[in-house]
């Protein structure tokens, strides 16, 4: 699957962005998808997960409760809400897609098979 991120742009703290993820080849609904980030001199770190059918999601501690993850698969597209954004929230956004058939969600970039090109997210003071 080839994935396609978009969404990103410059924003005040409090302020709220929506990120998108389109996917295009294989059957998206085949695929958990997720979002990560990498701040500058940071390692890339695990943001939010969602299941095939949407049902079920995961959403790092640190992020909790400020973004929500959904998917639309027949739209073949993946959202990330981030509200009350926050400067240490800037980073490149990146979306992901994995095949693991089970119930858990991984949280290591190297579990995640394919990934989109990022989308940069900037947070003023």
């Known amino acids: 699957v080839q994935l396609q991120a978009s969404g990103g742009g410059l924003v005040q703290a409090g302020g709220s962005l929506r990120l998108s993820c389109t996917g295009s080849g294989r059957l998206f609904n085949g695929y958990k998808m997720g979002w990560f980030r990498r701040a500058q001199g940071k390692e890339r770190e695990f943001v939010a997960a969602i299941s095939r059918d949407g049902g079920t999601t995961f959403v790092a501690g640190s992020m909790k409760g400020r973004f929500t993850i959904s998917r639309d698969n027949a739209k073949n597209t993946v959202y990330l809400q981030m509200n009350t954004l926050r400067p240490e929230d800037t980073a490149i956004y990146y979306c992901?897609?994995?095949?693991?058939?089970?119930?858990?969600?991984?949280?290591?970039?190297?579990?995640?098979?394919?990934w989109g090109q990022g989308t940069q997210v900037t947070v003023s003071s």
């Open positions: 992901a897609a994995e095949t693991n058939s089970g119930s858990y969600f991984r949280t290591a970039p190297y579990e995640w098979t394919y």
